[in-house]
């Protein structure tokens, strides 16, 4: 269950009806760690270099995503206690990612459950796209005309 959990939330690749944070996210973002160890200036992939940009984005959709699922999760057990926590997520991650699998939970849920279970199929389908769009064309205008300097800070 844990392995179609995390497919789901992968989804398909772009350019497809499927759902999910797509594959090339997730491929963008394994490169990214692959040069992170390797200490490559450049995020390479196919002889082609990935934007900075497009590394960005990659980072912002997954974290978004993650961060969704986390409270569907947490928003569904409050609301449905005597589901276990991989129930859960399994029906979240499906509805999120616009799957349509069950393991038999979704009957089962309260009123309210239902009611987030139909929003997070909502937010997965319409809003996922609308916002990630709407995030990048924000920051397209948001740039100022200074650019600061670069300062270090120890991470990890």
């Known amino acids: 269950i844990f392995v179609m959990i995390i497919l789901m939330f992968i989804g398909a690749s772009p350019a497809s009806t499927g ?14 760690v ?33 961060t969704i699922v986390v409270m569907g999760t947490l928003i569904i057990s409050i609301t449905d206690p005597d589901f276990s926590l991989l129930e859960v997520e399994f029906e979240v991650v499906s509805a999120i990612a616009t799957v349509g699998l069950s393991i038999g939970g979704s009957p089962n849920l309260s009123v309210l ?6 929003l997070f199929m909502f ?7 609308t916002i990630f769009m709407a995030l990048a064309s924000r920051g397209v205008k948001n740039n100022p005309p200074i650019r600061y300097p670069e300062g270090k800070i120890i991470v990890g």
């Open 113 to 118: 459950g239902k009611i987030f279970i139909m």
């Open 19 to 32: 759902g999910g944070i797509k594959t090339t996210t997730i491929a963008t973002l394994i490169l990214t």
């Open 34 to 66: 692959k040069s992170f160890i390797l200490e490559k200036q450049d995020i390479e992939v196919c002889k082609r270099r990935i934007s900075e940009t497009t590394v960005k984005k990659s980072l912002g959709i997954f974290l978004i995503g993650i």
């Open 123 to 129: 937010m997965g389908r319409v809003g996922s796209l």
